[in-house]
């Protein structure tokens, strides 16, 4: 079997036991750290910020998120920065002023209307290392933010 495919089962499979961790844990221990998150973060224009998720949470929708979030999102996939847990902690080599959004902060995350948080997958934040996945269809970015909610709850 070539290297190439040992590398992407090894990586899947510390994606299935990071998860198979996440899930064993209280959530009011994954969002120790950075919460609450204190931003200067500009609010999204008015027609933005009114706008709530019209896709159901289904299983079908998280799924799609869940893919976008840890392997699909280009050029760089969320987890990298946002870590597994959502809590911010992502690749120990990526460094961003202000850190990276922790999503497992309920008080955070509560504050975060929906369309606040499309707004910024969409358009990317100034004066942050978040950039914008202006390529991610609406349904994907409704996507991603039902399955990036997940970990505040």
């Not at 299935?16 to 064993?24: A, E, I, K």
């Not at 799924?63 to 120990?92: M, R, T, W």
């Not at 707004?119 to 996507?143: C, E, K, L, V």
Request: net charge positive; with cysteine; charged share 15%.
């Amino acid at each position: 079997m070539p290297l190439k495919n040992y590398s992407l089962i090894i990586n899947k499979a510390l994606i299935l036991v990071s998860w198979l961790l996440l899930l064993s844990y209280p959530s009011s221990l994954l969002a120790k750290g950075n919460c609450p998150q204190n931003r200067q973060t500009p609010t999204a224009p008015g027609n933005f910020l009114n706008m709530v998720n019209p896709l159901p949470f289904n299983e079908k929708s998280f799924k799609s998120g869940e893919k976008l979030y840890l392997e699909q999102a280009k050029p760089i996939a969320c987890i990298f920065c946002h870590g597994v847990k959502g809590n911010g902690e992502g690749d120990p080599d990526f460094e961003s002023t202000p850190p990276a959004r922790n999503f497992s902060c309920a008080q955070t995350m509560k504050q975060l209307p929906d369309g606040q948080l499309f707004w910024i997958i969409r358009n990317g934040s100034p004066n942050t290392s978040m950039f914008a996945f202006s390529n991610f269809s609406d349904d994907q970015i409704w996507q991603l933010i039902h399955y990036i909610r997940q970990f505040s709850k």
